[in-house]
């Protein structure tokens, strides 16, 4: 297995001087470099299957709306708004969910976005 | 002939190994908290045991030239150390412990589950409820902490005119309350779809095989179920990633309420 090879450090004084001699500058460069990647690393950590992005926004969508039917449900049982307060959260709860949805669809683009270096198409609009 | 049907469930079924007692409940079968060392748990300690191992092997020797398992463990590290600084920013960087830990169980699990004969922790709504929670209370928590009552701006949209405002407000309250179930359940809702899914082709090429010249057809659910595996161990490495992004995305809004 891979030993550390400390044991040659001490004899090879000039060589492992001049091997640590721009060592400062060379941490330096990888610090600046973790930034650089950050960028480009969020497009690759963030690349997922199609069917992972499906479930995904299904499932906040799914989810809001659970959330506000169950929460206008619980609150019918104790106060003597029935069936009002179920109608009104289940509504709100599908806004929720298209909320929900809209911003987990931008996450996603943001993470894919389209390079700053491409050439811009013409819009009409702008005439 | 008298083979027992193939049931898609049964490899959910929780079994007791040995009992740890009874609590509470006034003595009658059925009453009170029923206690007992599960095949659940046991496949949560080993869980718990493969990470710790594959850590704690993997750090003890420190070489500045790293070995196989040594580099595995950093590489791990760093990926996971990535994620949390790129999705939660440099200030997040002090729940990477809680984002390690959890994306490391999740990983681990759904990964023991692709073996035979294996339980799957994460396929009990139970168990991912109790990791979305987790997450949930850390982020209302430390929210309500770090920046007090400004937490609550979360759910006030800036630069939204006064009469839409408490049409807003309602939704966005809606919104955050539906994180924790919408994590959980899409964790819990891909591992035990794909489980079933598996069981139910593995099922199929049992009943034809076992059909005289409806065999040959077997080969046709035999492809799908290995097709399906190979998708299985993705969705289990996805899904694991997934559930750690969303921590990190939650975990952001607690430090920098406000959008």
């Known amino acids: 297995m891979s030993e550390p090879r400390d044991e040659k450090r001490p004899d090879t004084g000039s060589a492992a001087g001049k091997a640590t001699a721009d060592l400062g500058a060379r941490i330096a460069r990888a610090r600046g470099q973790r930034a650089a990647d950050a960028a480009t690393e969020q497009t690759r950590t963030g690349d997922m299957s199609g069917m992972g992005r499906g479930f995904r926004l299904a499932s906040e969508f799914v989810a809001a709306i659970l959330v506000g039917a169950g929460l206008g449900y619980i609150i019918d049982m104790f106060l003597p708004t029935r069936p009002w307060a ?15 949805v809209v911003r987990a669809t931008r996450e996603l683009n943001a ?12 819009d009409d609009e702008d005439d | 002939m008298a083979e027992k049907p193939i049931e898609p469930i049964h490899q959910f079924r929780i079994t007791d190994y040995f009992d740890i007692g009874n609590f509470g409940g006034d003595g009658t079968p059925g009453s009170g908290i029923h206690l007992a060392f599960t095949n659940s748990a046991l496949f949560m300690i080993l869980t718990v045991g493969l990470v710790l191992a594959f850590l704690v092997l993997g750090s003890n020797r420190r070489a500045i030239v790293p070995g196989r398992l040594q580099l595995m463990t950093e590489m791990t590290y760093e990926f996971v150390a990535n994620m949390v600084r790129n999705t939660a920013g440099h200030d997040g960087m002090k729940f990477l412990p809680l984002v390690g830990s959890l994306f490391m169980f999740v990983l681990i699990a759904n990964l023991f589950g692709m073996f035979p004969y294996f339980f799957t922790v994460t396929s009990h ?50 919104s955050f309350l539906s994180r924790p179930v919408s994590h959980s359940l899409r964790l819990w809702g891909n591992v035990l779809a794909g489980h079933i899914v598996l069981k139910v082709f593995g099922g199929m090429v049992v009943a034809l095989l076992g059909a005289g010249a409806w065999g040959l057809v077997a080969v046709l659910p035999f492809g799908m179920a290995v097709a399906m595996t190979g998708l299985e161990v993705l969705v289990a490495a996805l899904q694991a990633f997934v559930f750690a992004v969303l921590t990190c995305v939650y975990l952001h809004d607690a430090m920098h309420p406000g959008h």
Do not use: C, H, Q
């Open chain 1, 111 to 122: 993470d894919t976005a389209v390079p700053s270096d491409t050439p811009a198409l013409r």
């Open chain 1, 86 to 100: 179920t109608v009104v959260l289940l509504l709100l709860g599908f806004a929720a969910g298209v909320l929900n």
């Open chain 2, 125 to 174: 709504l139970i168990v991912t409820v109790m990791m979305a929670l987790i997450v949930f209370l850390t982020v209302v928590i430390y929210g309500f902490y770090k920046n007090g009552p400004r937490f609550l701006k979360l759910f006030v949209p800036s630069g939204i005119p006064w009469y839409i405002i408490w049409l807003v407000v309602p939704i966005e309250i809606l």
